[in-house]
């Protein structure tokens, strides 16, 4: 069992900068390909982005590819999502995900993915 709490959401004008983090407890964190998908109101949750277990491969959505990067820490059992550039559009519940894995590389569905954390709202205002 992993558990995963994720921090860092608020409130931001369009053009600013939020950095999300998802801290996990319970397992060998770098055992686990991490993700981040969001959920904005009356809409289907959508992936984000994806690291794989080392840290040294990522994936993107094109909706933020260029303006989102995705990094972790092993050693502090943690995922972020530095977001620059934020529109109103990024507004939306995100989601921090994890999945045991024997592979290195990212997993960008989240059908993949074993473990969820409650979310954090990020907010953009226009």
């Known amino acids: 069992q992993v558990q995963l709490v994720e921090s860092g959401g608020g409130l931001v004008q369009a053009g600013g900068s939020l950095r999300l983090s998802c801290a996990a407890s319970g397992r060998t964190f770098s055992n686990y390909a991490m993700a981040w998908f969001r959920q904005a109101p009356g809409k289907e949750r959508e992936f984000v982005a994806a690291?794989?277990?080392?840290?040294?491969?990522?994936a993107y959505a094109d909706s933020v590819k260029g303006r989102v990067t995705i990094s972790r820490d092993n050693a502090k059992n943690t995922v972020y999502l530095q977001m620059n550039s934020l529109k109103p559009e990024d507004t939306a519940i995100y989601y921090c995900?994890?999945?045991?894995?024997?592979?290195?590389?990212?997993?960008?569905?989240?059908?993949?993915?074993?473990?969820w954390g409650q979310g954090t709202q990020v907010t953009v205002s226009s």
């Open positions: 995900a994890a999945k045991s894995t024997i592979y290195y590389g990212p997993y960008a569905s989240g059908v993949d993915y074993d473990y």
């Open positions: 690291i794989g277990r080392s840290g040294s491969s990522t």
